[in-house]
């Protein structure tokens, strides 16, 4: 194994630990009983986010409502409880307690993360970009999946960059959420999914054929790319094309934009973004990458954030495109300006 050791390490040494709990979910029992909700942190296509306190300890931590109307959405929520309490890992999202009243929605609490979205992070003026931090956010990012497959036997499968938040706005910790389209991965029967994000999905998922631990590599490649350059690989006018584009497996370094990334980026991300998953970088592979596993052969110079900005407004705006198309479809009554009562 590399000895390589990350720059986040003495950050943590100086920290304790997220408490390690086995989460069953609490029925017909009042979450109001247990902790105090605060302001909005979030909405998406699942319902909202909220910051709380639990009234016990005076812990501060996240309270996510999940929409069940469906007896499958109850069933889904079921399964991110189980995979959740199995994903105890400092590069994974920490699940705190879940409630179940009965109602149309569920509530998870989680670990509170305050830095934002990685990506809105690094596109900031006060953030120099070299490849050295791009090094520093993946290694953490395989990090956590090598723990998913080679532990938990857990597949994440919508890897992207929203799903990679920063544990504090200042430090350089990152933490992989949303484990809502995970699944369990026994390496004897064969899995199929045909779910994910169209930019950042492997072939197998678009042509339905077996899935592993390698599909989630996939994205990394993706990621990867995104942050070295700012342009996405696969995107096309559509999600038909964008599918299309990734069935193909069609891309290149031609951009101006990679002219000063290095050869060893380049390598770990061709080592990533290749067809035939069984031919791909497992995540313990990747983390003995020379770009990943040494501290040497880093240019130090700032990468050129200007596409990787557009590319992230271009993302948040469609992000909150769908939001609202899925709420209008939902005929939702509820607007979630404040905490449920």
Request: net charge negative; hydrophobic share 35%.
């Given at each position: 194994m590399?000895?390589?050791?990350?720059?986040?390490?003495e950050e943590e040494r100086n920290e304790a630990p997220f408490e390690r709990r086995e989460v069953v979910i609490k029925k017909g029992e009042d979450l109001k009983a247990?902790?105090?909700?605060?302001?909005?942190?979030?909405?998406?296509?699942?319902?909202?986010?909220?910051?709380?306190?639990?009234i016990q300890s005076g812990k501060e931590l996240a309270a996510k409502f999940i929409r069940t109307q469906r007896k499958e959405d109850r069933i889904d929520v079921q399964r991110e409880v189980d995979i959740m309490t199995k994903l105890q890992h400092p590069r994974l999202l920490q699940l705190y307690d879940a409630f179940d009243d009965g109602s149309k929605e569920m509530v998870l609490i989680l670990e509170l993360i305050r830095g934002g979205e990685l990506f809105e992070r690094v596109i900031d003026d006060d953030f120099v970009l070299t490849e050295k931090a791009c090094t520093i956010f993946l290694r953490q990012i395989c990090e956590g999946l090598a723990y998913m497959h080679y532990v938990a036997l857990v597949l994440h499968l919508d890897l992207k960059p929203e799903n990679i938040l920063c544990l504090t706005k200042t430090g350089n910790r990152i933490k992989i959420i949303d484990f809502g389209l995970a699944r369990f991965y026994d390496p004897t029967?064969?899995?199929?999914?045909?779910?994910?994000?169209?930019?950042?999905v492997a072939p197998e998922v678009v042509n339905f054929d077996q899935v592993g631990p390698r599909t989630d590599m996939w994205s990394v490649g993706v990621i990867t790319y995104v942050l070295l350059s700012g342009l996405?690989?696969?995107?096309?006018?559509?999600?038909?094309?964008?599918?299309?584009?990734?069935?193909?497996?069609?891309?290149?370094?031609?951009?101006?934009s990679f002219d000063k990334v290095s050869d060893e980026a380049k390598d770990f991300v061709s080592q990533c973004l290749v067809k035939d998953r069984t031919k791909r970088l497992d995540t313990k592979e990747a983390l003995n990458h020379r770009w990943l596993a040494t501290k040497e052969a880093k240019t130090e110079s700032a990468l050129d954030k200007k596409k990787l900005k557009r590319f992230v407004i271009k993302r948040r705006w469609q992000k909150l495109f769908y939001t609202y198309i899925f709420l209008r479809r939902m005929g939702a009554t509820m607007t979630f300006d404040d905490p449920p009562k």
């Open positions: 590399s000895t390589f050791v990350s720059e986040v390490d247990f902790y105090k909700l605060h302001d909005e942190l979030g909405r998406g296509k699942f319902g909202v986010v909220y910051k709380c306190t639990e029967k064969k899995l199929q999914v045909l779910f994910g994000t169209p930019e950042f996405s690989p696969f995107m096309g006018d559509s999600d038909a094309e964008t599918m299309a584009n990734v069935t193909k497996c069609k891309w290149d370094f031609e951009d101006e």
